[in-house]
């Protein structure tokens, strides 16, 4: 049986049967890239201590311009022993803790004396009186204990893990990468650098795949090539199935041909093949297998493939890390072309950026070749996609787009 969905009834189902993955707590080293599975709090300011924001001296604000005494050295990471007091001063690196009696820093810039040559006992000389304050880290008024530094559901990117460590945390509670295995059907297929035949392309799509997971924070468990053999392809995804990965997705063999294998060896078993109404990537399967793991089928085509997986298996590996947005965020662009669109079907078309203009980017299609789903050398000139509704008959020159960054 043939069933039509929209994009989004078919993502939101498969969301609805996507679940997180158990959480594990990791070291904080160890954690990037990772969805923190709950708020990570701070268990300590930032900054920890009143320190210096600039190189320079550490001085009484009351005493004015007047000329000061160096009476130490205060390095970052040292504890002052001195307390500042009348006509004294200490000199100071960028954030080393601020000497007891000093209320304000003089950059070295604001002296006279070569900042490099300077040690106690020397005399300083400033270009003006210092204000109360001036140039001093604040304790705690960047982030106090008890604050929320990585929300749950927020990927560890290097900010947020920088910022983590920053407030205390050693080790983190996150979801653990998807485990994907990547299989590419097709007599066709020959694998990149061998000699091409007759009748013979190289495989691309499981690089292509390969690349997409890898960017969507989930690993390769396998990324395997099976021929159009039913009997091969039952053994390859038993084999596969015993591994116990997070995901499996296929490319080719899932529409409505004579030797579509990947349809003709899952849908007996439950997994269920239909068509979505976008262009490209018409035909869909989506289901279970080995007990519960889930199984995308992708069409054969490349352009296909990768629109695909952006609408589809992108959000469902995002949605098993806990991530709290699953799809790519959206900008509203012009067009500097315009170019025709399928009827009664989603097109995502595959434009190129121009950015000459900071404060109007347009978009046009990548090539000339439009949103053919064969096209995969086009893929290297795509940056986003533009998703046209479908309900547009017609994108003209000009027209404001939904743009969907993926570069």
């Given at each position: 049986m043939s069933f039509t969905r929209t994009v989004a009834e078919h993502r939101d189902a498969i969301l609805a049967a996507t679940p997180p993955l158990t959480p594990r707590r990791l070291p904080i080293e160890e954690a990037l890239g990772r969805t923190s599975a709950e708020d990570v709090v701070a268990t300590l300011e930032i900054p920890a201590f009143e320190n210096s924001a600039m190189d320079g001296y550490a001085v009484r604000s009351a005493d004015g311009a007047a000329p000061r005494t160096v009476v130490a050295d205060i390095p970052a990471g040292a504890v002052p022993s001195v307390e500042i007091g009348l006509g004294e001063a200490a000199r100071i690196m960028t954030g080393a803790p601020l000497p007891v009696g000093a209320d304000a820093i003089v950059p070295h810039e604001q002296t006279h004396e070569p900042f490099r040559e300077v040690a106690p006992g020397a005399v300083v000389r400033m270009d003006a009186a210092p204000a109360a304050g001036a140039h001093i880290r604040r304790r705690g008024d960047d982030v106090s204990v008890g604050d929320v530094v990585v929300a749950a559901?927020?990927?560890?990117?290097?900010?947020?893990?920088?910022?983590?460590?920053?407030?205390?945390?050693?080790?983190?509670?996150?979801?653990?990468?998807?485990?994907?295995?990547?299989?590419?059907?097709?007599?066709?297929?020959?694998?990149?650098?061998?000699?091409?035949?007759?009748?013979?392309?190289?495989?691309?799509?499981?690089?292509?795949?390969?690349?997409?997971?890898?960017?969507?924070?989930?690993?390769?468990?396998?990324?395997?090539?099976?021929?159009?053999?039913?009997?091969?392809?039952?053994?390859?995804?038993?084999?596969?199935?015993?591994?116990?990965?997070?995901?499996?997705?296929?490319?080719?063999?899932?529409?409505?041909?004579?030797?579509?294998?990947?349809?003709?060896?899952?849908?007996?078993?439950?997994?269920?093949?239909l068509t979505v109404a976008m262009q490209p990537g018409k035909p869909q399967g989506y289901g279970t297998v080995g007990g519960g793991i889930p199984v995308f089928c992708l069409p054969g085509n490349p352009v296909s493939v990768a629109v695909s997986f952006e609408a589809f298996v992108r959000p469902a590996l995002l949605q098993m890390q806990g991530r709290r947005e699953v799809l790519r965020p959206v900008m509203r662009l012009r067009t500097a072309a315009g170019w025709r669109t399928p009827p009664g079907r989603e097109q995502f078309m595959p434009v190129a950026l121009d950015r000459s203009d900071s404060s109007a980017w347009t978009v046009r299609p990548a090539t000339a070749g439009g949103s053919g789903s064969h096209r995969a050398g086009a893929l290297a000139l795509a940056e986003a996609w533009a998703v046209i509704p479908a309900s547009v008959e017609q994108v003209a020159e000009g027209d404001a787009v939904d743009v969907m960054l993926v570069q």
């Open positions: 559901g927020q990927r560890l990117g290097p900010l947020q893990r920088s910022a983590a460590a920053a407030a205390g945390a050693a080790s983190v509670l996150v979801r653990p990468a998807p485990r994907v295995v990547v299989i590419a059907s097709g007599d066709e297929l020959v694998a990149p650098g061998e000699p091409v035949g007759p009748g013979q392309i190289p495989e691309s799509n499981g690089l292509l795949l390969d690349g997409l997971v890898r960017g969507a924070d989930a690993e390769i468990a396998g990324l395997l090539r099976v021929g159009d053999d039913p009997a091969a392809l039952r053994r390859l995804l038993a084999d596969v199935e015993a591994d116990g990965p997070d995901a499996i997705v296929l490319t080719g063999g899932a529409s409505v041909g004579a030797y579509e294998v990947v349809r003709d060896v899952l849908e007996p078993t439950g997994v269920q093949f």
